[in-house]
């Protein structure tokens, strides 16, 4: 399982012993902290019999230099990685998968933030690369509000190498990039998909770009180019999630009052 690792922030932590108590190692308090998600956060430790500690704010600062930990942190055993072959388990299952491949995201609030977005829709999965990729550290934990204890996150050797694996396996792959041909809005997204979102600064590598199935791209009208990389990945995820409600049997019966 590797050392232990700390979760920090208000949120992070109560989503923490929300959904990994059985990981949660001990709680730190900074003296003083008070508030009703502090009040929440004391109350599942008392329940879950997890051992909470009042320390100096100087204190908790020791255990993440620099992080904003908002009076609050819990050592965590690290989260396992989940193996590739299982996020494609809900296609195999009936239900059109949805994942996302990131293309090289270094940026630890980025990534945050994408997991958010991830859970927040209910896809299945986030691939990562192995090399030149944040992984699961406590910053990402901090920014996704918790979601990282959520979404099944893989890593992979080779971003270009998976998506020849996902398509073997009927789940096309979506490309994002600004000069594509096509906009989002004309891609259909409710069949089984992974879309690959690119780096901060680069993009999609041209590889991982000719590997893909499809490229789309968001419209932008106004001075800027491009979005962050979180941001790009929430629009895309927000679109597959309406054009499959839109599609879903439920929805066509309750928009048909005959």
Sequence with gaps: MGETEYVYGRRAVLEALRSSAERVNKLFIAEGTRGRTITEIRELARQKKIVTNTLPRRGL????????????IVSVA????????????PYHAGKPAL???LDEITDPQNLGAILRSADAVGADGVIIPRRRSVGLTPVVAKH???????????RVTNIATTIDYLKENGIQTVGMTGDAGDTLYEVDLTSPTGIVIGSEGAGLRPLVRRKCDLTA?????????????????????????RQRLDASPARSINSNPL
């Design 78 to 89: 690290p989260v396992d990685y989940a193996d590739a072959d299982d996020l494609i388990r």
């Design 99 to 101: 994942l996302l491949l």
């Design 144 to 154: 996704s509000a918790g979601a990282s204890r959520y979404v099944r996150v893989a």
């Design 61 to 72: 600062e020791r255990y993440v230099p620099g992080g904003e930990h908002q009076g609050v």
């Design 217 to 241: 791209s968001i419209p932008m009208h106004g001075k800027i180019s491009s979005l962050n990389a979180s941001v790009a990945a929430a629009v895309v995820l927000y679109e597959a999630l």
